[in-house]
């Protein structure tokens, strides 16, 4: 039952051809659900000359006034914690991904005197091309539909799939290509380890590790090491997992 209940939401979210379309969708998919509300918000473009923001909710219009008029975007405990998580979460958990300051709690506080209770937020990140989050919502005094926080799961991602459509983003036509030598050497410079010592390491020159680090820089279009390193992760050349399985078994 939940399983079809599923796939008729997404269904519903995946044909939406429109902004429009895709708020009476998500409305929908909230109140069949058992929420009160729903938030759809995506950043598309990893900061790319063409990338897009999509906000779509219907949150009341005095928190909304309020969380744009004051920013409080740069403060919110769920946006944090979508960015530190890769399932669906309660927002009564927040604080087992996050710590939260007594500034972000009042957040909490604040948005229950306009109509924001408890809720549920499904993340996604595509490092360099997405980070986002649907997130259903209940009323205060209201608990969460818990039977049906999977198919929230479910639903939360086909929305923000389609989000991603309509933003009509398909990200960079060609990625930079490095050698798998240029790779290894981005890799150990990001482990921490000097040009000298990745020569020793790679069994190379120390002039040929300057050339490949300057010829990855360049092919991603940046001067600093550090800038370097930060743009092989978002493009999936390292992960955090190369760099930190290494350093625990050090």
Known sequence: MRLDLAAQLADALTLARSSDDLHEALARSARDLGFDHFALALEIGGGAANGTSVLIHDYPASWADVYVGFNLAASDPV?????????????????????VTEVEQSMFDIGSRHGIGDGYTVPRHLPGELTGSCSYVIAPGRSLPETMLGVAE??????IATGRRLAGWDGPA?????SDRQRDCVLWAARGKTDWEISRILGISHETVIQHLKVARERYDTT????????????GLISFADIFRWRMRE
């Open 154 to 159: 479910l639903v939360g991602a086909a929305a």
């Open 79 to 99: 946006r944090r914690a979508a960015e530190r998580s890769v399932l669906g979460f309660r927002w009564g958990g927040v604080r087992t991904l996050i710590p």
């Open 174 to 178: 060609e990625r930079p290509r490095l």
């Open 224 to 235: 600093k090491r550090a800038s370097l390193i930060l743009c092989s992760l978002f493009d």
